[in-house]
């Protein structure tokens, strides 16, 4: 089955190279297709992985015999590319049209031959079977995506984006170079490591650094500050791939180091369970508060990966504690949530990115009135948001509903000291969910419902069918594996672990027929369109409407300790007795407490530290002799002393 | 595939749409009756649903979709949550195997196409309704994700119907779980049906309102429909509550007599927490906004509690 990637990647490379001989809108349809036929590939060879399970094919090159790259599929991987091949054939449906609608001139067939090689990188990052291979493809991922997040690089907010987000990810690269390092000295090979202990020193540090480099990939609270600047900055297609793929080939490496590398260990277990629990919870508090639509899913997404990490965390401390069936349930959750936050989200950064082309803007507080406008958008934007915020029968329900029953079950099960810890997991899990809720009530609402807020919303048109398509592409994906996800489970060979959401969803179809019907038949059917009641007030104006910080200050004055939020205030009186309000001004802001207390400490270190050595360096040739000179000498010297 | 299970279902839906718009009535009347008025007649609930079924609906210009599929979106999922707990007759099967968390989300879902619906006129009470009200469902989130853990807990099952055939098998009233679980249960009915001490159903006073500000722009079938979905809710968790606690009555085998019977028993033990929350509301003033969380955190106490108390026994 390995075979049928073969073509995939080929086809990956073909589009790549296309905008080199061709231009213009020619160029990005012909390297779409290329593509699309790359993830259908794709899809076709991982379902066959996951329906027929053959096991132990293996298809190995090596670049010299020291370094080899083995490439192998197994379900786990599968799960995985099937997502990649659904997203790719999304987004190339997608882009042609955004595409030929942005700005820039040859940067777009930059951003279209990028977009192939990124792809393939993930695909083979997701492929490898050697720490060799995958560090190779995950830096050419780490590249190929900062350049893409550049391709708008005449914004200045852009660079700083895109810097940021390159720093981020080469220490993410750096550590995983490291663990990998490790690994190599503890087994002395370059294949995927078997069973580690992490009592064993060099198995602790291993697995710290793997941790560590794939939770600043995937938007781990706190090594998450790239994130909500690199999404909101790319283009949409690469923000929906970004989000939807790439931070879940970095949560796939944690599933491999937990279910393989690793033997499940109680404290590693409980490590990734409290990150993902602060993520979750921090994720989605940071994402309501955001205005800007991307950035909202952006630190959103951040959310998901919490979501995932509460659920792998749990399977590694239930499977520590000897309870492997919830601990599978818990593995599935996280897998399943995995998959159906990359159709969900890629759904809501294709169409996030649609109403960016349509209005010019992404702050919610000059949308409004979109679903009137572009009804298609707004109703795929509605499905994704059902999706997101776990509404059964869709599939963000069916991964949260896993990790939920193997957060009771496991209660149920577990030993007093462990039941306090799944009790703050549960409580915090629930919270999760229900202020993702929120946040999207939001996002709808004030994007796609009531009055336009300004003149471009109000002059919004809908969007090119094909950039109907790709969304529309994912939107079915969501609804088909929420309705059919105990039955894939099933199939899978994971039957009863879910509750029939089939049955579910055909009894909401049956109720709502059975209401309208009865409605129909025995109420009035009288309707009259009149202005919205506004206490006597007549025709009111958008002015009126709530505003997206309005809508969520309630959360915030809350949770006021976690914001943070500072509210200053200054006024001036007419009066010397200070009666008078003349004018003033009130903010409120809230505090970037991670930038404030964990980066820029650290970065003005660096600074401190350079501006340091920078003092070693004028420029003349004399004294780098001499620096040669004093450092053979102390070598020298050491060297004799060793001996 | 025996039959049963479908007609439990149905027997369940049939009795809880029926009967709910008399809970909403008795808390009414009891309402009244403390401050010495005579309070509506005990049918009110019935007449007021009749006269906006018969009335017409006006939508807003500016409403969209939502406005239009939300009412009877509504009212669909909570006919489906029924399913999943049963009032009189416990089924050998319900879909989803009456699992808690699906219960949960179903009720989640209405809420939230109530919230947008709130958005959708682009009226400002609306848009203060849908805030208040998810923040909230927000903050009472993990009481009530735990208080259902709790319930999943003590009958070692996440089935519903499982967790009330469990509680037939204990005597009312000895255990001490049940009696703390009930306190938690009872502060979630609280709220979740939005009554005083968080939200004040009569009022329309925008400084008070929160589920009746995200209606304000409905009128005629759809209030309708919303309002007998407010009622089949409020019997929803009122159930739960009564058969977790008191489930002497309620049936698990086909027997009509038995079916008269427990449906009788159900009306009055639910008569009889209907003037109990009546008694609650007009004994309390409406809590600050921002003291609501300060509730919830009691509730978070008496579940976090039971499980202890479950463990130490």
Redesign the interface.
């Given at each position: 089955m390995i075979d049928l990637f073969i073509p995939a990647v080929f086809f990956f490379l073909i589009a790549s190279a296309i905008p080199v001989y061709l231009t213009g809108i020619r160029a990005w349809q012909c390297c779409s297709l290329l593509q699309g036929l790359a993830g259908v590939f794709t899809v076709l060879a991982s379902a066959s992985v996951l329906l027929r399970y053959t096991g132990g094919e293996l298809l190995s090159t090596s670049l010299t015999p020291l370094f080899p790259v083995i490439l192998g599929v197994d379900r786990l991987t599968a799960a995985f590319t099937i997502l990649l091949g659904i997203l790719t054939v999304a987004v190339c449906c997608y882009s042609p049209d955004y595409i030929s609608r942005m700005h820039g001139g040859r940067s777009r067939d930059l951003l279209c031959s990028l977009i192939p090689i990124f792809l393939a990188a993930m695909l083979l990052v997701l492929l490898s079977r050697t720490t060799f291979a995958f560090l190779l493809f995950w830096e050419v991922m780490a590249i190929s995506s900062f350049f893409l997040v550049l391709i708008e690089y005449e914004d200045e907010k852009t660079r700083r984006a895109a810097f940021f987000y390159l720093a981020m990810t080469q220490l993410s690269t750096v550590c995983i170079f490291l663990a990998i390092i490790q690994v190599y000295l503890a087994t002395g090979s370059f294949s995927f490591p078997a069973g580690m202990l992490l009592s064993t020193l060099p198995g602790l540090l291993a697995f710290l650094l793997f941790f560590l480099g794939i939770a600043i990939k995937a938007g781990v609270i706190p090594f998450h500050k790239w994130l909500p600047y690199a999404h909101p900055a790319a283009s949409s297609p690469v923000s929906a791939l970004m989000s939807g793929m790439m931070l879940n080939t970095a949560l796939y490496m944690l599933l491999r180091t937990v279910t393989g590398f690793f033997t499940p260990d109680l404290s590693a277990g409980l490590l990734i369970l409290a990150f993902g629990c602060i993520t979750a919870v921090l994720g989605v508090m940071y994402a309501l508060k955001e205005d800007d639509l991307k950035g909202l899913l952006a630190y959103s997404s951040i959310d998901n990966t919490g979501v995932i990490l509460i659920g792998t965390g749990l399977f590694v401390v239930l499977t520590a504690t000897s309870h492997t069936s919830i601990g599978t349930m818990a593995l599935l959750g996280a897998v399943f949530h995995a998959v159906s936050h990359g159709l969900f989200k890629g759904l809501l950064f294709l169409t996030a990115g649609s109403v960016n082309q349509a209005t010019g803007t992404r702050n919610i507080d000059e949308l409004?009135?979109l679903?009137?406008r572009m009804p298609w958008t707004?109703g795929l934007f509605f499905i994704g948001v059902?999706a997101i915020?776990?509404?059964?029968p869709l599939n963000g329900?069916a991964g949260e509903?896993l990790i939920?029953?193997a957060?009771?079950?496991g209660?149920?099960q577990s030993e007093?000291l462990m039941?306090v810890v799944l009790?703050i997991a549960?409580?915090?899990?629930?919270?999760t969910?229900?202020?993702t809720?929120?946040c999207f009530?939001k996002a709808?609402?004030?994007t796609?419902?009531?009055?336009p807020r300004t003149q471009a919303a109000k002059q919004a048109r809908e969007v090119p069918t094909l950039m109907l398509a790709g969304p529309a592409i994912l939107a079915v994906g969501c609804i088909l594996v929420g309705i059919f996800s105990s039955q894939i489970l099933g199939v899978l060979g994971y039957p009863g672990y879910l509750?029939?959401?089939l049955?579910?969803s055909l009894?909401?179809t049956g109720?709502?027929g059975?209401?309208?019907a009865a409605?129909y038949t025995?109420?009035?059917r009288?309707?009259?369109?009149?202005?919205?009641?506004?206490?006597g007030m007549q025709d009111?104006t958008?002015r009126?409407?709530?505003t997206g910080s309005?809508?969520?200050?309630?959360?915030v004055?809350?949770f006021a300790p976690v914001y943070r939020t500072r509210i200053s205030f200054s006024k001036e009186y007419h009066d010397p007795e200070r009666c008078f309000v003349r004018t003033g001004t009130a903010k409120i802001e809230l505090m970037k407490f991670f930038e404030e207390y964990l980066y820029l400490p650290v970065a003005r270190l660096i600074d401190s530290y350079g501006e340091t050595v920078s003092k070693l360096q004028n420029g003349k040739v004399d004294t780098y002799v001499l620096y040669v000179f004093v450092t053979i000498v102390v070598l020298i010297v050491i060297m004799g002393w060793l001996a | 595939m025996s039959l049963t299970p479908f007609f439990a279902g149905l027997v369940n839906l049939g009795f809880v749409l029926l009967i709910s718009p008399l809970f909403m009535t008795v808390v009414k009347k009891v309402k009244a009756r403390a401050q010495r008025r005579a309070g509506p007649p005990l049918l009110q609930g019935y007449y007021n649903l009749a006269k906006l079924f018969r009335k017409e609906v006006v939508y807003s210009d500016y409403a969209s979709f939502i406005s239009r599929i939300a009412p009877y979106a509504s009212l669909a999922i909570l006919m489906v949550a029924t399913l999943l707990v049963p009032v009189i007759w416990i089924p050998d099967a319900a879909p989803a195997e009456g699992n808690i968390i699906v219960f949960l989300y179903l009720l989640a879902f209405t809420r939230f196409l109530l919230a947008l619906l709130g958005l959708d006129a682009g009226s400002t009470f609306g848009g203060m309704g849908s805030s208040r009200e998810m923040s909230l469902s927000a903050v009472i989130e993990p009481t009530t994700v735990v208080v259902f853990a709790v319930m999943a807990y003590v009958a070692g099952t996440l089935s519903i119907p499982e967790m009330f055939r469990h509680a037939t098998t204990i005597i009312p009233g000895m255990s001490p779980t049940a009696l703390l679980l009930a306190v938690s249960l009872f502060i979630l009915i609280i709220v979740e049906t939005g009554r005083v001490p968080v939200d004040n159903p009569e009022t329309h006073l925008e400084l008070t309102m929160i589920h009746e500000g995200m209606l304000l722009d409905t009128s005629g079938r759809n209030l309708a429909l919303f309002e007998l979905s407010h009622a089949v809710k409020q019997t929803l968790l009122m159930a739960l509550l009564i058969n977790m606690l008191i489930p002497f009555g309620i049936i698990q085998e086909v027997s009509i007599v038995g079916l008269v019977l427990a449906a009788l028993l159900f009306l009055l033990k639910g008569t009889a927490l209907s003037v109990l929350l009546g008694i609650v509301e007009s004994s309390f003033a409406k809590m600050r906004f921002f003291r609501v969380p300060n509730l919830f955190m009691l509730a978070f106490f008496f579940s976090a509690l039971t499980i202890l108390s479950e463990v130490m026994i």
């Open positions: 409004g009135g679903l009137v707004g059902l915020s776990a509404l059964p329900f509903l939920y029953q957060l009771i079950t209660l149920m007093p039941q009790v549960l409580s915090l899990f629930g919270l969910g229900a202020l809720a929120v009530v709808f609402g004030l796609f419902l009531a009055l509750p029939d959401l049955l579910i009894l909401l109720a709502l059975i209401t309208c409605v025995f109420a009035s009288e309707t009259r369109i009149s202005i919205t009641w506004g206490c009111p958008s009126m409407e709530y309005g809508f969520t200050e309630p959360v004055r809350i | -």
